[in-house]
């Protein structure tokens, strides 16, 4: 895993600062502490830091094809490498290393651009063509791996993060009020755009060509939701998936340093240990993370379970709300987007123990968005269920579902309420469900006039509606389950849950994989009928059928928890004077986003029972990353 940045003159006549690349690469040598290299001709300049896991020796970046033609930085890992390396080879190509690296060079030769729908794995890359003067960019299917790029109408700049594209004084820091309130809506940021006007993310499944002045953005994949009718057998499917996930995770576990696997003690982390363990004879590490004091799910008994069975040398880790607090501002300038993602300071501090011991880590993200594992899926299916059943009395059912809620220990069904007399698409954000949250139900109470007015109502729902829309193409009469699965697969996955996976571990030099979401895992998925994923109570059903001979019985039939971060807790005991302090600061109220009543009147509701724990740590973050990203610039030029 590694680091990459670059900039590219668009007049194809001005030279690139090497001094510009220096400082770019700085600020992002914890991707890469391994190496560091540069290539420069005429108005291109490409730089890269390397963190050495396969061809240790002979694999530095940037890499160049026979005749120096081709150039590319690189980062990420491409698990069928040997098979196109020995399809190029045969078609003459002459290799000079065993590194994943050159295959994508060499396949560039062949394929030009859509060289990218060969590879299998998780890449962002940037290749200069010295004799078209062509720069490509890409990114991964499923966005695994993050791409930043800026057009600022004279250059084109890309790198891994954020920060590296701030180096440039041309980069104006400039924030757009329309991304705040989409961050405020869903708690973070899909789509392409950031906080930061004009600096972009690629898309997931997406290349960019920058040639004669001009720049392109094409798709490359799609996942399409067809089901198969191969898979009726529930008893066959099980076998193929088995077969599958076992040779994907015997692909992921390539490397010529060691591996481990993040045990987080529910189904999907022990499915990965349980095809590793199968895979090697060398005894596998795993980690795991607990929090001090109590109120929160402790899911470290049934990592141990998984741990003991497997026979693996676990380490655990546990951390308290004085290290989760310490590390917010690490967090948030790690993250480079207010995310409301508290678990990802807890995959910070695991991945950092995991570091003392391995360097490249499997997990099992992404079990949820395959094989359908949210229990907001179950509850929504069984809502749309029920509001065919009721036909025209369905205008009773917000009713009903509101008295069901009163019910004690039935509370948290709340929330669907709302959602009786609303069709899927004007709901369904994301498995958030945002569009009824207390940011969009009282937010002319808690935003200014003058923010309000910078904000494009209605856009934040296109992006959810324009999904559907593309889901809807596939197939006449799409299932519901599908429906939220494509959504979160291209918002709620990349923007959320894979930005923090990819930023906490790089933050400790540790390069993460998730075999979950190789992408021809994805494509089995979505070609199951929607009930071997989902079929009443049961989540995951074909995941937890396959695996129910291979993994503890008490792991199979928990509880879904999630990594339980005891934020409730936190927030409204030992962080609230610190979130108290910071929101309601003179330059936090000063920046004319938020009325001063109106956040004390959330922090007093919260302060109640932490129902809104997640709205307050949003505003904490966001907070917090205007006074690192803009805030400590101002300080740096005045």
Known sequence: MCGIAGKLHLDGQQPVDSGLIDRMLAVIAHRGPDGTGKYFSGPVGLGHRRLAIIDLSTGDQPMTNENGTVWLVYNGEIYNFPELRKGLIDKGHKFHSTSDTEVIIHLYEEYGPECVRRLQGMFAFALWDDTAKRLLLARDRVGIKPLYYVNTGKALLFASEIKALLCDPTVQREVDPAIIHRFLSFLYLPGDQTLFRGIRKLEPGHYLVAQQGQTTCRPYWDLYFQPDGHHRDLDQTCEELRGLMTRTVREHMISDVPVGVLLSGGVDSTVVLSCAARETSKRISTFTIGFEGEEFDDERPFARLAAKQFGTDHHEITISAEEFSGFLPAYVRHMEEPVCEAP???????????????????????????????????????????????????????????????????????????????????YYYSRVGTPFSYFNSYRGELCTPDFQAGINDGSDARIVKQLFAQVDGQVPRQHPLNRMLYVDTKTWLPDDLLIKADKMTMANSLELRVPLLDHLMLEFAAKLPAHFKVKGWTTKRVLKEAFKGWIPREVLERRKTGLPVPLKRWMRDNLADCVRETLLSQRALGRGYFRKDAVEQLLRRNAVDGALMKEVFSLLTLEMWHAEFLDASQNQTN
Request: aromatic share 12%; charged share 20%; net charge positive.
């Open 344 to 426: 990802a300071i807890a995959l910070y501090y695991v991945t950092k123990l995991a570091r003392r011991h391995v360097t490249v880590v499997l997990s099992g993200e992404g079990g949820d968005e395959a094989f359908g594992g949210y229990q907001t899926y179950r509850n929504l299916l069984l809502l749309e269920r029920i509001k065919r059943a009721a036909g025209p009395l369905k205008g009773l059912l917000g009713t009903g579902v509101g008295w069901f809620s009163g019910i004690n220990g039935f509370g948290k069904f709340r929330k669907y309420a709302p959602l009786c007399n609303t069709p899927m698409p004007g």
